[in-house]
C-alpha cells in the first residue's frame, strides 16, 4: 500500500542528523581517505538505506516518497555515502524476489560488458559507483538480476567529479547468486534517474541556502552584497531551480506509486540535469572567487551536480526521448496531464 504522503517524522530526522553529522570536514575525510564502516554503519542503525524496500523483503518499509525524501536530504548535505546505490540495488533484488542482504550495495549501470557463463559471471564493466566501499555489487542481465560479492572482483579504482569512487570492475568466472526476473535495463534508467533527480533537488537546494547566508553576510560598498540586483538575479535562479526541481521530483514519485510514471520521471531527469548546470553557474557567480576554494563548502553541492546531472540520461538524451515520444503521439496534452503515463518512452 503507498500514500501520497511523506513521513514527516522521516523528513525531521533526516534533516537533523545530517546535517548535525556531515559537516565539511567529515565528507572531506571521505573524499580523501574513503567511507568508514562506523559511518555507515550510523545510517544503517536508522534504517535510512532501504527505506522504500518492504520489510518482508529485509528492507526498512516506507514508501517511495520517504526514499526520495531521504534522497534529497544526501543531495542537500552532501552525503559522502552510496546511499542511493544501495536503495536501487536493494530495489532490484526485492523485485526480483530476493532477500536484500546487509551492508553498502551498488548497482552496474551499463552491464552490456558482463555475462554469464555456466553460472559464473565474466566480463567488464566501467563507471560503477561506490565498488571500493560496496560488499555486494548487482547487475540486471538480460534473463535476471545477479548479486556479486565485492570482494571476488578485480577493480581499477577511478574517482568522479565530486571525489567519490567511480571504478571499472573485471569478473573472471567468479561465482555469483542469480534470480531469474522480468527487469530490463531501461527500468534500471528510470529508478536510477528518479533516485538521482531526488539527490540533485537537494544538491541545488544546499547551495541555494549556503548561497543566501553568504550574500547576507558578505559586504561590500557598506552593505550586503545581498542587496545589489545582480546577485539578487543569480539568489533568486537558484530559488527557481531548487523549487521547480523539488516540485517535480515529488510529482515523478507520485507518478510512480500509482503506474510507470516514465513520462514523469524523464521530464523530471531532464529538467533537474538542467537546472544542476544552471544552479553551479548561478550560485558561483554570486559566490566570487570563495566559491571555488577547497576550503568553502560550495564545491561540495556544485561537484556533485556536476557529476550527478549525467547520470542515467542527461539533459539531451532525455529530451530526445521526450521529443521522438511526442512526435509519435502528437498529443502533447495528454502526455503532461495523464498522471502515471508511460507515453512509449
Same mark, same amino acid.
Given at each position: 500500500?503507498?500514500?501520497?504522503?511523506?513521513?514527516?517524522?522521516?523528513?525531521?530526522?533526516?534533516?537533523?542528523?545530517? *546535517?548535525?553529522?556531515?559537516?565539511?570536514?567529515?565528507?572531506?575525510?571521505?573524499?580523501?581517505?574513503?567511507?568508514?564502516?562506523?559511518?555507515?554503519?550510523?545510517?544503517?542503525?536508522?534504517?535510512?538505506?532501504?527505506?522504500?524496500?518492504?520489510?518482508?523483503?529485509?528492507?526498512?518499509?516506507? *514508501?517511495?516518497?520517504?526514499?526520495?525524501?531521504?534522497?534529497?536530504?544526501?543531495?542537500? @548535505?552532501?552525503?559522502?555515502?552510496?546511499?542511493?546505490?544501495?536503495?536501487?540495488?536493494?530495489?532490484?533484488?526485492?523485485?526480483?524476489?530476493?532477500?536484500?542482504?546487509?551492508?553498502?550495495?551498488?548497482?552496474?549501470?551499463?552491464?552490456?560488458?558482463?555475462?554469464?557463463?555456466?553460472?559464473?559471471?565474466?566480463?567488464?564493466?566501467? @563507471?560503477?559507483?561506490?565498488?571500493?566501499?560496496?560488499?555486494?555489487?548487482?547487475?540486471?542481465?538480460?534473463?535476471?538480476?545477479?548479486?556479486?560479492?565485492?570482494?571476488?572482483?578485480?577493480?581499477?579504482?577511478?574517482?568522479?567529479?565530486?571525489?567519490?569512487?567511480?571504478?571499472?570492475?573485471?569478473?573472471?568466472?567468479?561465482?555469483?547468486?542469480?534470480?531469474?526476473a522480468d527487469i530490463g535495463a531501461d527500468d534500471v534508467l528510470l529508478r536510477g534517474a528518479l533516485l538521482r533527480s531526488a539527490q540533485i533537488a537537494g544538491a541545488i537546494t544546499g547551495a541555494f541556502e549556503l548561497t543566501t547566508?553568504?550574500?547576507?553576510?558578505?559586504?561590500?560598498?557598506?552593505?550586503?552584497?545581498?542587496?545589489?540586483? *545582480?546577485?539578487?538575479?543569480?539568489?533568486?535562479?537558484?530559488?527557481?531551480?531548487?523549487?521547480?526541481?523539488?516540485?517535480?521530483?515529488?510529482?515523478?514519485?507520485?507518478?510512480?506509486?500509482?503506474?510507470?510514471?516514465?513520462?514523469?520521471?524523464?521530464?523530471?531527469?531532464?529538467?533537474?540535469?538542467?537546472?544542476?548546470?544552471?544552479?553551479?553557474?548561478?550560485? @558561483?557567480?554570486?559566490?566570487?572567487?570563495?566559491?571555488?576554494?577547497?576550503?568553502?563548502?560550495?564545491?561540495?553541492?556544485?561537484?556533485?551536480?556536476?557529476?550527478?546531472?549525467?547520470?542515467?540520461?542527461?539533459?539531451?538524451?532525455?529530451?530526445?526521448?521526450?521529443?521522438?515520444?511526442?512526435?509519435?503521439?502528437?498529443?502533447?496534452?495528454?502526455?503532461?496531464?495523464?498522471?502515471?503515463?508511460?507515453?512509449?518512452?
Amino acid at each position: 500500500m503507498t500514500t501520497n504522503q511523506r513521513d514527516p517524522q522521516l523528513i525531521g530526522l533526516v534533516r537533523d542528523y545530517f *546535517s548535525q553529522t556531515f559537516t565539511a570536514d567529515v565528507v572531506g575525510a571521505v573524499e580523501r581517505d574513503g567511507m568508514t564502516a562506523a559511518l555507515w554503519q550510523s545510517v544503517a542503525e536508522l534504517g535510512l538505506p532501504l527505506v522504500g524496500v518492504g520489510e518482508e523483503h529485509g528492507g526498512s518499509g516506507g *514508501s517511495l516518497l520517504d526514499l526520495l525524501a531521504v534522497l534529497e536530504g544526501t543531495g542537500r @548535505h552532501a552525503v559522502p555515502l552510496p546511499l542511493a546505490e544501495t536503495s536501487l540495488a536493494a530495489w532490484l533484488l526485492a523485485r526480483a524476489g530476493a532477500e536484500v542482504p546487509a551492508g553498502p550495495m551498488t548497482v552496474v549501470p551499463d552491464p552490456s560488458g558482463l555475462y554469464l557463463d555456466g553460472g559464473r559471471l565474466t566480463g567488464t564493466a566501467a @563507471h560503477v559507483p561506490w565498488v571500493r566501499g560496496a560488499t555486494s555489487v548487482v547487475a540486471a542481465l538480460p534473463t535476471g538480476v545477479v548479486l556479486i560479492d565485492a570482494g571476488r572482483l578485480q577493480v581499477a579504482a577511478g574517482a568522479d567529479l565530486a571525489g567519490m569512487p567511480r571504478d571499472a570492475i573485471t569478473a573472471t568466472g567468479i561465482e555469483i547468486d542469480f534470480y531469474p526476473a522480468d527487469i530490463g535495463a531501461d527500468d534500471v534508467l528510470l529508478r536510477g534517474a528518479l533516485l538521482r533527480s531526488a539527490q540533485i533537488a537537494g544538491a541545488i537546494t544546499g547551495a541555494f541556502e549556503l548561497t543566501t547566508t553568504y550574500v547576507g553576510q558578505r559586504e561590500q560598498f557598506g552593505r550586503p552584497i545581498g542587496k545589489f540586483q *545582480s546577485v539578487q538575479a543569480h539568489v533568486v535562479e537558484l530559488a527557481q531551480a531548487s523549487a521547480l526541481t523539488t516540485l517535480s521530483v515529488e510529482r515523478a514519485g507520485t507518478a510512480a506509486q500509482t503506474g510507470a510514471g516514465t513520462f514523469e520521471i524523464i521530464a523530471t531527469k531532464s529538467l533537474a540535469s538542467r537546472n544542476a548546470g544552471l544552479a553551479a553557474r548561478a550560485a @558561483h557567480q554570486a559566490h566570487g572567487a570563495i566559491g571555488v576554494t577547497q576550503e568553502y563548502g560550495l564545491q561540495l553541492f556544485t561537484r556533485r551536480l556536476q557529476t550527478w546531472r549525467g547520470d542515467f540520461g542527461d539533459e539531451a538524451t532525455m529530451n530526445a526521448r521526450l521529443g521522438a515520444a511526442m512526435g509519435r503521439i502528437g498529443d502533447i496534452t495528454t502526455a503532461v496531464t495523464a498522471v502515471g503515463s508511460t507515453i512509449g518512452v
